[in-house]
């Protein structure tokens, strides 16, 4: 039950960035019960490729606790990571990872790499995976297709313009 209520905190996260014209990916940090870190992605609005929502998690929790080992912490994120963020969670010795729906193409919890149970690494992540699966889906594809519908709009308005231009 409290994954579910963590996970909604961090579907509020994904709302913000979507609502930034970012991809919707929100993610918390949770330690004894308290969100110690809050993220959503802002790779567009910052121009840095680093700024996926779990970084940012990450490194509040970092500041909030005073030490880059999240020891105790759980990470709460809509996306299955990529392979730099689950870099950071293995570094930050986080050692439980909850998300919401899979990321088929970059996903590095299962879907393209398991670096959650490497045992080339110093530190495992119990993974649980599926937690509002449905509306964490849902946002991105919602997102998705109306980034879809605005770039078809803008080539259909792009010919016009050219087409009234000839005449």
Not at 87 to 93: M, T
Not at 143 to 164: H, S, T, Y
Request: glycine content about 8%.
């Amino acid at each position: 039950m409290q994954d579910r209520v963590y996970m909604q905190e961090a579907l509020v996260e994904a709302s913000t960035a979507a609502r930034l014209g970012e991809v919707p990916v929100g993610a918390v940090v949770v330690k004894g019960g308290e969100i110690i870190g809050r993220g959503h992605n802002l790779r567009e609005t910052s121009n840095d490729p680093t700024t996926h929502a779990e970084m940012i998690a990450i490194r509040q929790a970092a500041a909030a606790l005073g030490s880059w080992r999240l020891i105790d912490c759980t990470l709460y994120v809509t996306l299955e990571p990529c392979i730099m963020c689950m870099g950071a969670i293995i570094l930050a010795r986080i050692p439980r990872l909850v998300y919401g729906c899979r990321d088929p193409r970059v996903g590095a919890v299962g879907s393209i790499y398991d670096l959650s149970q490497d045992d080339r690494f110093n530190h495992r992540v119990a993974v649980t995976e599926g937690v509002l699966k449905q509306q964490c889906s849902d946002m991105l594809s919602s997102f998705f297709r109306q980034l879809r519908a605005e770039k078809k709009q803008q080539k259909q308005q792009a010919a016009a313009d050219k087409e009234n231009s000839e005449e």
